[in-house]
């Protein structure tokens, strides 16, 4: 049959053995960069997923950005001629249909063109899209300051991120020896000590790789673990993990090293070319494993942003809020007490109650930065000089 005829796992099968055979793989290939950059599209800021983000990066390509033509020409770029597209396959979950009246004429919109309407397919259905590499597009930025943009907002180093990863997850790491595994028996995951690696980015490296077998589990993602080494289970499992670790390398920006890892290539090749759409199936597992590994650590990224993103619903301590021609600050917010404040413009200390008329203002001055200007402080008619306060509602502290 016509190579273009194939499915296309079995041309992904096809490629992988020769690439494997040839020690040309995205495991094998030496990179001008640590981590391996799994191929996103930059018209929709997402990454390819599975069997796709494997072909794709198959493809002898520095530029790990792909697209459509029509993705491409609505940005404003060009195809350059004789430019050949790879293809890919998607599973597609609804269509678009036209939209027709009783009389089986198409209904106008309001523009006077045809209108159309999306319906959910009864079975999902593959189909196919063809993608041009940032290569062969004329009028994209330098492919790298997008992909190191990507991990500059990062406040912990890679080696920190994947220790954080681990402590989310709950998995029992013990220390000791010359070897690291992962035990499925005693569910638990051996390293050697940290010291004994050439970097704390090694050893990160290998931790997450211990773990992508940590998810195969029964209370987990349930894949089969308990295969003698060396045989052919065993290295499906090894390159269930494999796959996996290239998509983890780019999202949590730690080096891939192929390493250990080579004496499965023939139990690979071997794999594939007696299956074909074991790759189909790997791919796929693969990338479970990496979206239940990256949970983890979107969870210390969501607390993360909840400890550091302010409260907007009342007043706290370190706060600093303009207002009135003058600069407040809260020195302390005590539960249930009056806050400690300040006037940094007068150096002026005094205690602020929840229920002053001076809170809410300062409140609505936190929250609409932009909206209380000097203009609308001065159209409320609101002043406030605490030296002339009365009663106890402000106390001053010399």
Not at 76 to 90: R, V
Not at 137 to 157: A, F, S, Y
């Amino acid at each position: 049959m016509d190579k273009q005829f194939k499915p296309l796992f079995e041309q992904v099968a096809e490629k992988l053995s020769a690439a494997l055979e040839a020690g040309k793989s995205p495991f094998q290939r030496p990179e001008n960069r640590l981590s391996f950059t799994k191929p996103f599209n930059p018209s929709t800021g997402s990454t390819y997923h599975g069997m796709n983000a494997l072909y794709l990066a198959m493809q002898n390509r520095e530029d790990p950005r792909w697209m459509t033509k029509k993705q491409a020409e609505e940005n404003n770029l060009e195809i350059k001629p004789g430019a050949k597209p790879t293809l890919i396959n998607f599973v597609k979950n609804s269509d678009m249909q036209a939209v027709y009246d009783d009389h089986g004429q198409r209904v106008p919109d309001e523009n006077g063109n045809p209108q159309v309407k999306i319906v959910e397919l009864e079975k999902p259905r593959i189909a196919n899209a063809w993608l041009f590499n940032g290569e062969q597009i004329n009028g994209l930025p330098d492919w790298r300051v997008e992909v190191g943009e990507k991990h500059l907002w990062q406040p912990l180093t890679p080696p920190e991120r994947v220790e954080n990863l681990v402590k989310e997850s709950g998995a029992v790491v013990s220390h000791g020896g010359n070897e690291s595994f992962y035990k499925p028996v005693a569910d638990t995951i051996q390293m050697p000590e940290k010291e004994s690696f050439a970097s704390p980015e090694s050893y990160a490296a290998e931790l997450l790789h211990q773990m992508t077998h940590w998810t195969g589990h029964e209370s987990r993602l349930n894949r089969p673990t308990e295969a003698i080494h060396g045989s052919q289970a065993y290295g499906a499992e090894e390159l269930r993990a494999n796959i996996a670790n290239l998509f983890l390398s780019s999202e949590m920006d730690v080096p891939y090293n192929f390493g250990k890892h080579a004496a499965f290539v023939n139990n690979w090749i071997r794999l594939l070319k007696e299956d074909p759409f074991e790759v189909f199936r790997a791919s796929a597992d693969a990338q479970k494993i990496s979206d239940y590994l990256l949970s983890f650590d979107q969870k210390r990224e969501m607390k993360h942003e909840a400890a550091v993103k302010p409260d907007m619903t009342k007043l706290q301590k370190g706060d600093e809020i303009d207002y009135n021609n003058s600069r407040y600050k809260v020195l302390e917010a005590p539960k249930g007490k009056k806050l400690e404040m300040e006037n940094l413009t007068t150096d002026q200390k005094f205690r602020l109650g929840t229920s002053d008329n001076l809170y809410k203002f300062l409140l609505e001055a936190k929250n609409n930065p932009q909206e209380m200007s000097i203009d609308q402080q001065h159209d409320t008619g609101e002043y406030y000089d605490l030296q002339e306060e009365t009663g106890n509602e402000y106390q001053m502290q010399r």
